[in-house]
């Protein structure tokens, strides 16, 4: 990653070291330069997009705002997970509990190329505010099988799913999307309004992977500014996606949405930038309908809309 001032984002002195990052960007860019970034091909986007849902009156409720697919999707995981015998439970976080939960946790993080094991490193804070959290877990026998836990905050009527892990046979089997709707179903029982999947920085193809953005998405998840949840807590920067070296391809961001008069706008619309190395990306497994634009980009070309959702 190169980082450049405004000025030389529009004059091009980053193109002297085009062959050697993948991405140029602009730290809090001035809005009043936002046109013209984007003009030579820069999005500007919040830096940070943290993902809510409504916890609904019901279950059914909350399942009926999603395509049908998804339904079908979250019952055959219901149908699978049963089938292993697994049986769920909701407890306090303890000691105890993350001495079961930590080596499964850290085991599946240590298989990410860029994973950073944050509820271990947060062991301490989150056992002296334990009290603000709860589990729901996932027994295969007496084994754990899965973990979810959520920290709970009645100013921001939210809980929010902050560390978890599943082992691979039950991956595959559909428990995390069971998991985060076990989640939902308890923040729904304490009455809260919001359920929150965390937070991701906003370079898909990096240290999250676009798979992440739909599931998240599918399970009925909106990604929104994190200004917009946290005020105070959002910057802003302007990207330019020059090649996929250190990214996955495709890799995507989430730029601010065009306002009438066709020029980025800092608010709740999201579109989405999707960048292929050698074709046009396919968009379908990104569909969101919380998504103002999608747009497909082929790098060694100047971007331009390829087509809207």
Not at 78 to 103: I, K, M, Q, Y
Request: proline fraction near 7%; hydrophobic fraction near 40%; aromatic fraction near 8%.
């Amino acid at each position: 990653m190169a980082v450049v001032t405004p000025d030389e984002a529009l004059s091009g002195d980053w193109l002297a070291h085009r062959g050697e990052v993948d991405v140029v960007r602009v730290q809090d860019p001035p809005m009043d330069r936002w046109p013209d970034l984007a003009s030579a091909g820069f999005f500007p986007k919040p830096q940070v997009v943290v993902w809510r849902a409504a916890t609904a009156g019901t279950e059914e409720a909350f399942l009926a705002r999603l395509p049908s697919k998804d339904r079908r999707n979250v019952f055959a995981a219901r149908r699978r997970v049963a089938s292993n015998g697994v049986r769920f439970e909701v407890c306090p976080v303890s000691a105890a509990l993350l001495d079961t939960f930590l080596p499964l946790y850290e085991n599946e993080v240590g298989k990410m190329r860029h994973g950073w094991a944050g509820a271990s490193t947060n062991k301490d804070r989150i056992l002296a505010a334990s009290d603000d959290y709860f589990a729901v877990c996932a027994w295969d026998g007496d084994d754990l099988a899965g973990a979810c836990l959520n920290l709970q905050s009645r100013p921001k009527d939210e809980v929010r799913a902050r560390f978890s892990a599943v082992t691979p046979r039950l991956r595959s089997a559909g428990l995390p999307r069971l998991l985060y709707m076990r989640v939902i179903e308890e923040a729904r029982r304490r009455g809260f309004g919001w359920v929150s999947l965390g937070s991701d920085p906003n370079l898909y193809g990096h240290m999250v992977k676009p798979g992440l953005f739909g599931f998240k998405s599918r399970l009925g998840f909106v990604a929104v500014p994190s200004h917009l949840v946290d005020p105070g807590s959002g910057s802003d920067q302007a990207d330019r996606i020059v090649r996929l070296s250190a990214l996955t391809d495709p890799s995507f961001v989430l730029s601010y949405a065009a306002g009438d008069d066709g020029r980025p706008r800092r608010g709740p619309a999201l579109r989405l930038e999707v960048f292929g190395s050698t074709q046009e990306p396919d968009l379908r497994p990104y569909a969101a309908g919380f998504l103002a634009e999608v747009r497909a980009h082929r790098l060694g070309e100047a971007p331009v809309p390829a087509r809207n959702r």
